[in-house]
């Protein structure tokens, strides 16, 4: 079952409150999903202090590590797309390998990255 991935701009929406984000969460959670937030994203969005907002929808995510094979293929896709945001581009190969839909406030950029790549994944912003 195809999954759901949050770049930086779904954790900042998250801290700010964004009614629409926190829908598409509850949403998730009501139908089981689970969503994965990848390490890099999480270490971009953090900028310390309580962040309350963002730490209770994180109790409800997944973590995805940054190992080296992931790495390596984030760091091939960034090349490939012409960027330098790796975090971007460990987020399209993420969600790529599982089918999910990535929520982001950068559409044109993890779209571009998925263009390049030629893979199906679908984009919704907040």
């Known amino acids: 079952m195809p999954g759901i991935t949050y770049d930086t701009g779904a954790l900042i929406s998250a801290e700010r409150s964004n009614p ?7 949403r998730a959670l009501e139908c089981g999903i689970i969503p994965t937030v990848p ?29 080296e094979q992931r790495a390596r293929s984030a760091g091939t896709a960034s090349a490939r797309a012409g960027t330098s945001d790796i975090i971007d581009a460990s987020v399209v190969v993420g969600a ?5 839909l990535v929520i982001t406030s950068d559409e044109a950029d993890i779209g571009r990255i998925r263009d390049v790549l030629g893979v199906q994944l679908r984009i919704r912003t907040v």
Not at 96 to 100: F, P, V
């Open 39 to 67: 390490a890099g994203v999480l270490g971009q969005g953090w900028r310390g202090g309580p962040q309350a907002q963002l730490s209770r929808m994180l109790v409800g995510c997944r973590i995805e590590a940054l190992d």
């Open 96 to 100: 790529a390998a599982r089918s999910d």
């Open 20 to 26: 629409k984000m926190w829908a598409i969460h509850r």
